[in-house]
């Protein structure tokens, strides 16, 4: 059985294709051709791009995002200790039993 290899693209790359696709002196066929992706993956990229458009010039946004997974990384950090605490004592009460 012939399995696909999936390529991964990085964000430059991602980047190139949607500035080609608005810059609009090209056919979407023709800019999927020259960079080897299907028309259909550059109009996925292009929709996120639009979508994520109006958050660029939010300020701070980086920052609060960073904050917000420091704080999660570290309730995940919590629990895996407490669950870790609540096994170890439900054994030791077992031995005194």
Do not use: C, N
């Not at 550059?42 to 997974?69: C, H, N, S, Y």
């Amino acid at each position: 059985m012939d399995k696909k290899i999936r390529r991964v693209h990085t964000p430059a790359f991602k980047t190139q294709v949607v500035l080609a696709l608005l810059k609009g002196d090209k056919t979407r066929g023709e800019i999927a051709s020259e960079f080897g992706i299907h028309p259909t993956q550059a109009d996925k990229w292009k929709q996120k791009f639009l979508v994520a458009l109006p958050t660029i010039f939010i300020e701070g946004k980086g920052d609060e995002l960073k904050a917000r997974e420091k704080l999660i990384e570290e309730l995940y950090r919590q629990l895996g200790k407490l669950k870790y605490e609540a096994e170890w004592l439900k054994k030791k009460i077992g031995y005194l039993e």
